[in-house]
Antibody
Framework: EVQLVQSGAEVKKAGESLKISCKVSGYSFTSYWIGWVRQMPGKGLEWVGIIYPGDSDTRYSPSFQGQVTISADKSISTAYLQWSSLKASDTAMYYC?????????????WGQGTLVTVSS | DIVMTQSPDSLAVSLGERATINCKSSQSVLYSSNNKNYLAWYQQKPGQPPKLLIYWASTRESGVPDRFSGSGSGTDFTLTISSLQAEDVAVYYCQQYYNTLNTFGQGTKLEIK
């Protein structure tokens, strides 16, 4: 069974750094793209970026370019999303999801989400 | 960016009745070389992550009940639930994946009347 298990909820202060994780199992980690999607409280879905763990090819939405870093560690089948300096506006649920067999940017399945709360 | 606009924003339908959600893209998501529409639909139930329902505008994901269907081409798309069940209460999103900068619609909240 394909599973994406994300790290737990985080409460941080503005200006702090953070790295959240997405550990996958049940398939070859290096053979599918992994994407990240933001959902602000009560709002819709926003595409953050995507990484191909096989060669670390990474693409970002222009809205998130320079604001976050996506990475992957093949040795432990884990993808990451990190911030060097959080803002209160980063408060949101963040989901990781695997690229689908039909297209690299159709996402299925999804992780359970990591809630990031940033206080000012 | 391709802007995706869903209508309506919310919808209340009686159990057993048909529910229809529309999605319009600001430019065509039909790729002429393969004649495929780069449009997907997701369902997000309260407190859960999204779940893929349909891709290529009309291909149902494995395990998705056949009461869910997708149609449309170019810039106008529709998700139809033929006979609404209680477990279909959710927010539904369309997504274009025509270009690398994927974008989602704002979501349509489906409730029971």
């Amino acid at each position: 069974e394909v599973q994406l298990v994300q790290s737990g909820a985080e409460v941080k202060k503005a200006g702090e750094s953070l790295k959240i994780s997405c550990k996958v199992s049940g398939y070859s980690f290096t053979s599918y793209w992994i994407g990240w999607v933001r959902q602000m409280p009560g709002k819709g879905l926003e595409w953050v970026g995507i990484i191909y763990p096989g060669d670390s090819d990474t693409r970002y939405s222009p809205s998130f370019q320079g604001q976050v870093t996506i990475s992957a560690d093949k040795s432990i089948s884990t993808a990451y999303l990190q911030w060097s300096s959080l803002k209160a506006s980063d408060t949101a649920m963040y989901y990781c999801a695997r690229g689908h067999s039909s297209s690299w940017t159709v996402f299925d399945p999804w992780g359970q989400g990591t809630l990031v709360t940033v206080s000012s | 960016d391709i802007v995706m606009t869903q209508s309506p924003d919310s919808l209340a339908v009686s159990l057993g009745e048909r529910a229809t959600i529309n999605c319009k893209s600001s430019q065509s998501v039909l790729y002429s070389s393969n004649n495929k529409n780069y449009l997907a639909w997701y369902q997000q139930k309260p407190g859960q992550p999204p779940k893929l329902l349909i891709y290529w505008a009309s291909t149902r994901e494995s395990g998705v009940p056949d009461r869910f269907s997708g149609s449309g081409s170019g810039t106008d798309f529709t998700l139809t639930i033929s006979s609404l069940q209680a477990e279909d209460v959710a927010v539904y999103y369309c997504q274009q994946y025509y270009n690398t900068l994927n974008t989602f619609g704002q979501g349509t909240k489906l409730e029971i009347k």
